[in-house]
């Protein structure tokens, strides 16, 4: 299963990095997530596809219903850990079960996705289920991706560079495949979260809309610079009022090496 599990890594993380489009806003933040003209999943799935994004991450149910854009053009990565903002606050630092590893084997998923929020009160609850998650991809040879979030009570800032690394080297030991994790505000912090995570691929997430999008493909080059293997980025593309230009400006920073100037020209 190793053998499988780097196959299905190598086409996630192309020439070794990735630009990923997360797509689990539908349950984590609702419909009003997506401008009116994205609400039908298909419409931004197929801009997307087209602009040539690597992977898409999304929940099982979504990818059922479009399979026929995505399939045999992106890789896929099934989230199977999800939570609504329905929620009382409190309980929001938890997700719940959201499908099975069985689900995105049945799929033909390149990889399974999990939130482990690092600091909740809940955290221990989180860990048997990325354990069991992560015992039954290992028998598939699937890859695990943590959205290594430090969330709780004691987390003042969540973008501190100690909490973030802290995080990190955490999911790294709790034998995750692929990192995904808060940027920390620098190129100098972002090194320190890299590292911290030993070896396993760090990606960052995306996080809310920036205003312009030179500061988005700013943070990404930092990243990269920093080590970081690419992004997993929704908002700042689905809510981009170009979608496509987004993925290319985006690809060619992590991809092509493109400073972010010479990106946001494309
Ligand atoms: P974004 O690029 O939109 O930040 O997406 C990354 C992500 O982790 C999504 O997978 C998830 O739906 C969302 O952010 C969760 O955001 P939060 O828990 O911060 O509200």
């Known amino acids: 299963n190793e053998v499988g599990k780097r196959i299905r890594l190598s086409r996630i993380l192309r020439n070794d990095r990735a630009v990923v489009f997360a797509f689990d806003h539908g349950v984590e933040h609702g419909p009003s997530d997506f401008p009116p003209e994205h609400v039908n999943p298909r419409v931004i799935l197929e801009k997307v596809v087209d602009a040539g ?3 898409i991450m999304m929940l099982p149910g979504i990818a059922r219903l479009t399979w026929d854009i995505w399939g045999n053009k992106t890789a896929l990565i099934i989230k199977v850990t999800s939570k609504t903002n329905l929620r009382p606050k409190d309980e929001r630092l938890l997700q719940s079960p959201f499908g099975f590893v069985e689900d995105a084997v049945a799929l033909g998923a390149d990889a399974v996705a999990a939130t482990v929020y690092w600091g909740s ?10 354990f069991t998650i992560r015992d039954a991809a290992e028998t598939y040879g699937l890859p695990c991706l943590q959205l290594a979030y430090p969330r709780g009570p004691a987390i003042a800032n969540r973008y501190d560079v100690e909490i973030v690394r802290y995080g990190a080297r955490a999911a790294a030991e709790s034998g995750a495949d692929l ?7 620098s190129l100098e912090t972002f090194r320190e979260v890299v590292k911290a995570a030993s070896g396993v ?7 809310p809309r920036r205003e312009k999008e030179i500061d988005f493909l700013r943070d990404v080059w930092n990243v990269i610079q920093a080590g970081g293997k690419g992004v997993v980025v929704g908002r700042n593309v689905f809510q981009h009022k170009n979608p496509k230009a987004m993925i290319k400006a985006v690809k060619a920073v ?3 090496n493109k400073t972010p100037e010479e990106a946001v020209k494309l």
Do not use: N
Request: zero cysteines.
């Open 179 to 185: 990192i995904k994790t808060y940027y920390t505000g």
């Open 201 to 207: 691929p760090v990606l960052m997430s995306g996080g």
């Open 53 to 55: 994004v690597d992977a």
């Open 121 to 130: 009160q809940y955290e221990d609850l989180m860990l048997q289920r990325w």
């Open 254 to 256: 992590v991809h092509e």
